[in-house]
């Protein structure tokens, strides 16, 4: 083969290669935007049932129900989020090696919190709503001490 050839191919395969990076780069940091806008919206519905919890509004079971179906969702949204290779991106991410290395288990946590939400949902009663957001509440807990780098 001659010399130019060869370096026309290995060109090539540089492009390649430095697109298949890019490539991998861009799918991670939209996976990365789209888990942190649901958690983003999780957050917020979790704020206007804390705000029932600490009497700062009136329990209303609709309220209630709307809050928890949209963290239900958004939890079943996030789960899939999470694609190999969404470790790094151009966006900075929290999530942290472990949810890829003991990926079962992550999945697990999820399954978890979204039957929490799920449960939350059938609430009517005051007094059942404070155990109702604990188990929620925990159930964030668990998974963000074990796969989440804290934001400082
Ligand atoms: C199974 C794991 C898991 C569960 C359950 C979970 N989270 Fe998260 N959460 C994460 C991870 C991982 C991140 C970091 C994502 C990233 O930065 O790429 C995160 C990030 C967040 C963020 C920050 C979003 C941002 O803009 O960076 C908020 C707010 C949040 N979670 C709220 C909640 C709440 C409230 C619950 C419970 C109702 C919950 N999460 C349940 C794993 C979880």
């Not at 083969?1 to 940091?29: C, E, F, Q």
């Amino acid at each position: 083969m001659k010399d130019s050839k060869i370096r026309m191919l290995t060109l090539l395969a540089v492009v390649a290669a430095v697109a298949s990076i890019t490539l991998a780069a861009a799918t991670g940091t939209q996976a990365i935007k789209e888990r942190q806008e649901a958690m983003e919206g999780i957050g917020t519905a979790m704020k206007t049932l804390g705000a029932i919890a600490k009497q700062q509004t009136p329990f209303d079971a609709d309220v209630v129900k709307a809050s928890a179906e949209t963290i239900a969702n958004h939890l079943n949204t996030a789960a899939d989020l999470f694609p190999e290779g969404s470790d790094a991106g151009d966006v900075e991410t929290w999530a942290k090696a472990e949810i890829w290395s003991d990926h079962e288990n992550f999945r697990k946590d999820f399954e978890t919190a979204e039957a929490a939400a799920v449960a939350m949902q059938s609430v009517t009663e005051e007094a059942a709503f404070g155990p109702a957001l604990g188990a929620l509440g925990n159930a964030c807990k668990t998974c963000h001490d074990t796969y989440r780098r804290p934001k400082q």
